[in-house]
């Protein structure tokens, strides 16, 4: 694996609060992504980024934003959860587009 | 927009036996497909990963074939063991970066 932390692991938070979640990796990778797991969808792409500050969005982005400032730290931030956010969040990182992604242990959030 | 199916959802085999497990895409312009290997509260465990110019990737005893032009992939595992039971993810990734998964087959190996 590519040596990446997610933190924190568990979270419950209420309707409307923002939250942020990191995703930190020791690798050097250029690639990072942030997905989220659900029962019936699957993983989906929330957003990713090709280097310092420089994202895009993915299939799911509605309600997310995100930051990289450091190569190696990949903020995700729900600006105002709601329940349907509620899931399994799981940060990946690649050295290259086409090379492989190596995921994190996930958080799990739970929005009341 | 890329649909990638995995058949069958769920598969229960006694240890020893030969497996194979399949993976369906709908766009065959893919950059490359990656097996991932999930095991129940953990995150995603990288397998193998073919790039779209090759046929097949070995490890061990998995062995993953691509064939891009009719849209599939299998993964074969040999002589299961109750250690592989786990549930297996394909994923396509096509412009634009995305990783796109199936929904996986849930494996069960029995001693």
């Known amino acids: 694996d590519a040596g990446i932390t997610q933190s924190p692991r568990h979270k419950v938070t209420e309707t409307g609060t923002p939250v942020t979640l990191r995703c930190h990796q020791t690798e050097n990778h250029r690639y990072m992504y942030w997905y989220r797991q659900d029962p019936g969808h699957g993983l989906r792409l929330i957003h990713y980024?090709?280097?310092?500050?420089?994202?895009d969005k993915g299939e799911v982005s509605d309600g997310y934003s995100v930051s990289r400032s450091k190569t190696e730290d990949f903020l995700l931030t729900l600006e105002s959860a709601t329940s349907s956010q509620t899931s399994v969040y799981f940060c990946?990182?690649?050295?290259?587009?086409?090379?492989?992604?190596?995921f994190g242990p996930g958080t799990r959030l739970t929005v009341t | 927009k890329q649909e990638v199916t995995q058949i069958p959802a769920a598969l229960s085999v006694p240890e020893g036996e030969n497996l194979v497990l399949n993976c369906s895409f709908t766009d065959s312009a893919i950059y490359n497909l990656q097996w991932f290997r999930q095991d129940p509260g953990k995150g995603l465990t990288s397998l193998l990963l073919?790039?779209?110019?090759?046929r097949e990737q070995t490890s061990g005893r998995l062995n993953a074939s691509l064939d891009k032009s009719s849209g599939r992939s299998t993964l074969y595992i040999a002589a299961s063991q109750p250690g592989d039971s786990a549930t297996y993810l394909c994923a396509v990734l096509n412009a634009g970066n995305m990783l796109t998964f199936g929904g996986g087959t849930r494996l069960m190996v029995k001693p």
């Open positions: 980024s090709y280097g310092v500050k420089d994202t």
């Open positions: 073919i790039q779209s110019s090759q």
């Open positions: 990946a990182t690649g050295a290259s587009r086409d090379y492989e992604q190596y």
